[in-house]
């Protein structure tokens, strides 16, 4: 087999999807009329998705050992309920607030992950049940009544801009081009460094001329973005926010031991207990770590939309697990990458999105959703079959 067959085929849900995005993108701009890849529009995108694609990266990690969060929805509008009591109610502080928000996403956390972890009850069991605790907890904190509204500098983190949306050459920000620039030069950067390293250790690599395509569209890609945000407002503060913790779980899940014990436990778990992984105290963590994202997920929609509601979680769940099975994670555990991860929320999103501006129901949405979740399980027992059979 080729070095090239192999690169795709080792890599094909992570580009099949990559390839499916722009599809639906294209197909969208289409149907719509040209609206799909306007600048306020995928500002919008970026926006309205940012809370599914952070809790789809804690999400993973829970999918990755074999398990899953259901209550991620209820945590989130839980802790937006707290923080909306402490910072409207009792006219606390943005900082401590927000911090006090985050520890109480990983109390919440650590109550799932004991259960789960140290007296191994069902996963499912557990965050269902967190999820109709949390879920009743948030109407009693808020009385059926929505708390608003937050200073301006809280709701800047979800809805504000990078400052110097002033500066402006042409329509374009200024900020917004550099920062693509910018971007550009780290990725190839690192890519190309990454290419040196496998090499000096003699790892098998594709061809140079591959390498440098796969670069050439990648930093088109990101030009595209920034160029696009940069024509309407900028450079939104959730998208920083949201890059720094790609690059952080990407870093963890990729190159540290901590990473390698998460994929061994969901790998194989007896296994991972025999090479020594402490499996209970990984899983553990795993859980505070989704609880800590699903408290930044409430604030940040707290933040959004200005206020805290009892309904502000509701379906969180369904979005950002369909987020990681259509990026590429498996059911089984052991598989999955964040950037797998964000390519299937954007997946959704877009899909949302679309289907909205062409006016298509609510019900419809739902069932065509429904399909291409099915579908990328589907594609993944299917590729999976195939690669056991030979």
Known sequence: MSSISKFFKNNIRQYGMVIALAFIMILFQITTGGIMFKPMNITNLVLQNSYVLILAIGM????????????????????????AVMMVDYHMGVAPAMVLSLLIGAAVGAFHGYFIAFLRIPAFIVTLAGMLIFLGLTMVILQGQTKAPFAKSFQAMAAGYLPG???????????????????????????????????????????????????????????????????????????????????????????????????????????????????????????????????????????????????????????????????????????????????GGFVMGVLNNGMSIMGVSVDWQQTIKGLVLLGAVWFDVYTKSRAQAK
Not at 65 to 79: H, P, Q, R
Not at 249 to 256: I, L
Request: proline letters at 1%; glycine letters at 10%.
């Open 165 to 343: 949306m002033e500066l402006r050459w042409h329509g374009f920000n200024i900020i917004g081009i550099l920062a693509g620039l910018v971007l550009s030069v780290i990725l190839i950067a690192v890519m190309l460094n990454a290419r040196r390293t496998k090499q000096k250790y003699h790892f098998e690599t594709v061809p140079l001329w591959l390498d440098i395509v796969k670069i050439a569209v990648i930093v088109a890609a990101v030009n595209l973005l920034t160029f696009e945000l940069a024509a309407y407002n900028g450079i939104p503060i959730i998208l920083i926010i949201l890059s720094v913790l790609i690059v952080i779980y990407t870093f963890v899940t990729q190159r540290t031991i901590i990473g390698r014990h998460v994929y061994a436990l969901g790998g194989n778990e007896k296994a991972a207990r025999l090479s020594g992984v402490k499996t209970n105290q990984i899983l553990f963590w795993v859980y505070v770590n989704m609880g800590v994202l699903s408290a930044l997920a409430g604030l940040i929609v707290a933040g959004r939309l200005n206020a805290a509601t009892p309904k502000a979680g509701s379906g969180f769940e369904l979005d950002a697990i369909a987020a990681c099975f259509i990026g590429g994670a498996s059911a089984s555990g052991g598989i999955g990458t964040v950037i797998g991860t964000i390519v």
């Open 60 to 83: 993973l990690l829970a999918i990755v050992t074999g398990n899953i969060d259901l209550s991620v929805g209820s945590v989130a509008a839980f802790v937006g309920a707290v923080s």
